[in-house]
């Protein structure tokens, strides 16, 4: 099983529409998550951090289910200025060892 | 300008040749990182660096060598380079270990 999963997509939605993307985390001592947006050809951007208590940014609305093991990104009201490849990151300090896992990224297309 | 810049943002080598990806941060970041980022393999950590003179190994350091003498300079060497090390190389920089700042990536071609 992979350490972080997410589906690749596309997911292709009409301008305004909602859209939802789950990543899944195997390890359970993992101890920060984020959201980053990297569009074609270009480098990763950090999008937003993703809190326990769940957190809200404009249209962006991310959380976090430990239980479960995974987080969410949604995206309200979707632009076509939105498409992008959006990477799940879990960050873990294991005895000062520094483990930052990135998925391999859900692909949206805003479709006008 | 400020910022986190890579250099060469293209490169072809051949086959054992040594290759020296640059990356420079004006932020004063103490965390530098080098990744590689491949199809199906999304992003990988190569090497890392806490603080001047003082790194890491990440998920994938075999075949590559890293140095930091400066805070600002996290040179990526490939000792001799092979052609499962074309990739798209992407240098980041953080005062904290996990909000990364990226550079804009070098493609690198081995032939």
């Known amino acids: 099983r992979k350490e972080v999963e997410q589906d690749p997509g596309p997911f292709n939605v009409p301008e305004g529409a909602t859209v939802a993307f789950n990543c899944t985390y195997s390890n359970s001592a993992s101890q920060s998550f984020f959201w980053y947006r990297q569009d074609c050809r270009k480098e990763p951007k950090l999008l937003m951090s993703v809190y326990s208590s769940g957190n809200e940014d404009g249209r962006f609305t991310a959380q976090l289910n430990r239980a479960s093991q995974y987080i969410s990104l949604l995206i309200r009201d979707s632009k076509l200025s939105d498409s992008a490849t959006y990477l799940c990151?879990?960050?873990?300090?294991?005895?000062?060892?520094?483990?930052?896992?990135f998925g391999t990224g859900t692909k949206l297309q805003v479709i006008p | 300008d400020a910022g986190i810049t890579q250099s060469p943002r293209y490169k072809i080598t051949e086959t054992g040749r040594q290759v020296t990806l640059m990356c420079h941060q004006t932020w004063s970041h103490s965390y530098m990182f080098w990744y590689r980022q491949d199809l199906g393999h999304g992003l990988r950590l190569i090497y890392y660096?806490?603080?001047?003179?003082?790194?890491d190994k990440g998920e994938v350091p075999d075949g590559y060598v890293v140095s930091r003498s400066k805070t600002e300079n996290f040179p990526l060497t490939l000792e001799s380079a092979t052609r499962s090390q074309t990739s798209v190389y992407f240098c980041?920089?953080?005062?904290?270990?996990?909000?990364?700042?990226f550079g804009p990536g070098t493609r690198l071609t081995v032939t």
């Open positions: 990151v879990v960050f873990m300090n294991s005895g000062g060892y520094q483990k930052v896992t």
């Open positions: 660096s806490a603080a001047a003179d003082i790194t």
């Open positions: 980041a920089s953080s005062d904290r270990a996990h909000e990364q700042y």
